[in-house]
Nanobody, 122 residues
Framework: QVQLVESGGGTVQTGGSLQLTCNGP????LGWFRQAPGKEREFVAA????????YYGDAVKGRFTISRDNAKNTGSLQMNNLKPEDTAVYYC???????????????????WGQGTQVTVAT
């Protein structure tokens, strides 16, 4: 069983930055998703087991960076140039995977954290 715990959410002004951390991904592929009120869950970023493969959703490309530190059993999502439309609950997710594969669809993930709120004020 994998237990994921997100941290680092909060309120920031437009153009600001936040870094989210996911504790506990272990030796699993990792993904970040977000869900705003009244909207479907949206893919944000994904990273493979060794960190060599990374994917980003179109809405965050060039602004967000996903990374992981397997020695510390953590994953991170660095979010820069935040916009009001980035406001959502952010979730990290994990699943068993072979080396060199990352996953972009929420149904491909087995384990989920409880989420952390990110609010971008205008």
């Amino acid at each position: 069983q994998v237990q994921l715990v997100e941290s680092g959410g909060g309120t920031v002004q437009t153009g600001g930055s936040l870094q989210l951390t996911c504790n506990g991904p272990g030796r699993y592929a990792l993904g970040w998703f977000r869900q705003a009120p009244g909207k479907e869950r949206e893919f944000v970023a994904a990273i493979s087991l060794a960190g060599t493969i990374k994917y980003y959703g179109d809405a965050v490309k060039g602004r967000f960076t996903i990374s992981r530190d397997n020695a510390k059993n953590t994953g991170s999502l660095q979010m820069n140039n935040l916009k009001p439309e980035d406001t959502a609950v952010y979730y990290c997710a994990a699943r068993r995977a072979v080396t060199g594969v990352a996953y972009t669809r929420d149904y491909e993930y087995t384990f989920w954290g409880q989420g952390t709120q990110v609010t971008v004020a205008t």
